[in-house]
Every structure is written in C-alpha cells, then in structure tokens.
C-alpha cells in the first residue's frame, strides 16, 4: 500500500481527520420544502474520493471511501424542514458512523434555499467531540419540466475544532419523477471540494444517487 494512502487511513481510522478527508459532503435534496406536516426518507449511496498536491506529485491513487445513508425530513411550515441523517462511511480498513441535524429555510419560493447540518462522527477509536462540525450551504432549484429539476449547491464544510481544514463545496444534482409516481423522486448528484486552508491543495470529489420516497 503507498504510503500517503496507508497515512490516511491509518488517521482516518484514529479520528483525526473525520472532520476533513472523511467527511460526508453530499445533499440529496431539493432547495424545494417539502410542506407543512410532510414527511419524506430518502436512502444513498455515495462514492468519494479524496487526493492531496503530494498523492497527486507522486502519481498515488486517490483515497477512496463509500457511504451508504438514510435520512427521514419533517415539514415544520412551508418554508422550513427539519431533518436527521445517519451514514455508514466504509473505507478499506476501517468504517465509522456520521450522525447530523439540519434545518432547511426557503429563502426564494421553488428557487433558493439555506441548509445547516451540524453532524459528528463515532466509531472505534473515535474521540466524538473531536468531530463535530457543520456544513452550511445554499441550494438552488432549476425546473426544466414538472419531472426533472436541476439543484446546484455551494457549501463550506467547518470543523468545531480549528486544527481541522475546512472546504469549500460546489455541487449539481438533479431530481427525477418517473411515470406516475409522484411520491418517488431519483437524485443523482456530484460535487468537488476545495480545502479553504490550502487554496484546493486537497480536493474531496463524491458522485451517488439517492432515492426519496414522501410518505405524507
């Protein structure tokens, strides 16, 4: 195994950059609420990959890690969600859990939306509070039919603890109805983080699909 790929795994698993290289950057949502009183689940699975100026020199393969995630969302009002998500982050030699919270306000009806989640991480050999951290982000909504819409997002994923990095997120995803099925909505999506600290020495890339089903 190369040795900035074993030197990542090896403080992966250690708890040491749960906040940075491991983190869980995707969204699978629309900037759309989802309603007063509404309820909505959604599973994914999400594949990333992580590289550093060092891996990239030295021609080392990127680090990879997958995350399979569940998340259930409740309509407060119209304009607000409240949501919690669980993920499974599965790496090659160790895995560990992500919990978060997260608030959703639509600032511009069916346009634009803000999104906090604030998450933490706990596992084997995991110090939880070394790990909290949140994720703001602004979603947005293009409709191009009444089954397709496009969701661009830009965040900046934030550790409590300063010693972490910090990276600045730009995504594109995308809801899909199929047929007669309005309460089934498909989301693949993509995205690419920069590390703020470095000026996109690291770079965090995640691509998944997840499934959303309303349920009321």
């Known amino acids: 195994m190369k040795k900035n790929k074993l030197r990542l795994i090896v403080y992966c698993s250690l708890g040491l950059l749960l906040s940075t290289s491991c983190t869980v950057m995707s969204n699978y949502q629309s900037a759309k609420t989802i309603g007063k009183g509404s309820i909505e689940g959604t599973a994914s699975f999400t594949n990333n990959s992580y590289s550093d100026e060092y891996m990239r020199e030295d021609d080392d393969d990127a680090f990879r ?7 259930g969302a409740y309509g407060i009002t119209d304009k607000l969600d409240a949501s919690l ?4 982050v599965l790496a090659e030699d160790f895995n560990v859990s992500h919990v978060a919270v997260a608030g959703k306000y639509n600032i511009l009806e069916n346009i634009l939306s803000a999104y906090l989640p604030i998450g933490m991480y706990f596992g084997e050999d995991v110090e939880i509070a070394e790990t909290f951290h949140m994720r703001p982000t602004l979603l947005g909504n293009i409709d191009i039919t009444d ?3 496009l969701t661009p997002s830009l965040g900046y994923a934030l550790s409590f603890n300063s010693d972490y990095n910090s990276y600045l997120q730009i995504g594109i995803g995308s809801g899909i109805k199929i047929g007669s099925l309005d309460a089934l909505t498909f989301r693949p999506e993509i995205g690419l983080s ?3 600290a470095n000026s996109g020495k690291e770079m ?9 089903y309303r349920l009321k």
């Not at 890690?65 to 998340?71: F, W």
Request: charged share 15%; glycine share 16%.
């Open 147 to 149: 089954k397709i819409e």
């Open 204 to 212: 965090i890339f995640n691509a998944g699909l997840g499934v959303l």
């Open 194 to 196: 920069f590390n703020g």
């Open 85 to 88: 998500r669980y993920e499974l």
């Open 65 to 71: 890690y997958n995350s399979i995630g569940v998340q």
